[in-house]
Every structure is written in C-alpha cells, then in structure tokens.
C-alpha cells in the first residue's frame, strides 16, 4: 500500500465539535465529508447516474452494492492540544 502524507492547514472555520459539544474533534471521517462535498461541487456536470457511480468508486457507498472507500486517512496529529480561540459575545 502507497502512502501520501499531507500537512495542512486550516484557513476557514471549522465546526467540528466532540461528544460534548464543547471540544474541538477533528476526525477522519469529517474530512471525507468535505472531501465528498468538494468532488460533488467540482464534477456537477456529471448526469446524477454518472455522479453516483463515480463518486461510489472513490468514497465507497451503502446499499444493495456496498463499497469501501478507494483510500484511507489518518489525523497524526491530537488536535486537543492546539489552542482555539473563542469569539467574543456580542451583546
């Protein structure tokens, strides 16, 4: 298996919340969700069928025809570490 390792950063706000609300949890699975989002909105011109099949084949799919993922992902690094700033009230 092939690996690819990617530092990155993060320039929008995420919300990205554990269990409890409060904490920040940054999980693979969120970030498989933005990827997904972004595929869809960059291949809009495929026809919904097209769509579908393609994105099955990299993200996996449920159903009748269940696929795992073409790839996996890892967070290296624990984000409970890193300082997250609050903004302040507004009244």
Same mark, same amino acid.
């Given at each position: 298996?092939?690996?690819?390792? @990617?530092?990155?950063?993060? $320039?929008? #706000?995420? @919300?990205? =919340?554990? +269990?409890?609300?409060?904490? +920040?949890?940054?999980? #693979?699975?969120?970030?498989?969700?933005?990827?997904?989002?972004?595929?869809?909105?960059?291949?809009?011109?495929?026809? $919904?069928?097209? $769509?579908?099949?393609?994105?099955?084949? *990299? @993200?996996?799919?449920?159903?009748? /025809?269940?696929?795992? =993922? =073409? @790839?996996?992902?890892? *967070? $290296?690094?624990?984000?409970?570490?890193?300082? *997250? /700033?609050?903004?302040?009230?507004?009244?």
């Amino acid at each position: 298996m092939s690996s690819i390792m @990617f530092r990155c950063e993060v $320039l929008t #706000p995420l @919300f990205l =919340s554990g +269990a409890n609300g409060q904490d +920040a949890e940054l999980r #693979p699975s969120s970030i498989k969700g933005l990827m997904r989002f972004w595929w869809r909105a960059l291949n809009g011109h495929f026809t $919904l069928s097209e $769509l579908r099949e393609e994105e099955a084949k *990299i @993200f996996g799919c449920g159903g009748e /025809e269940a696929r795992r =993922s =073409s @790839f996996s992902l890892r *967070i $290296l690094q624990d984000i409970s570490s890193v300082i *997250i /700033e609050k903004k302040p009230e507004e009244k």
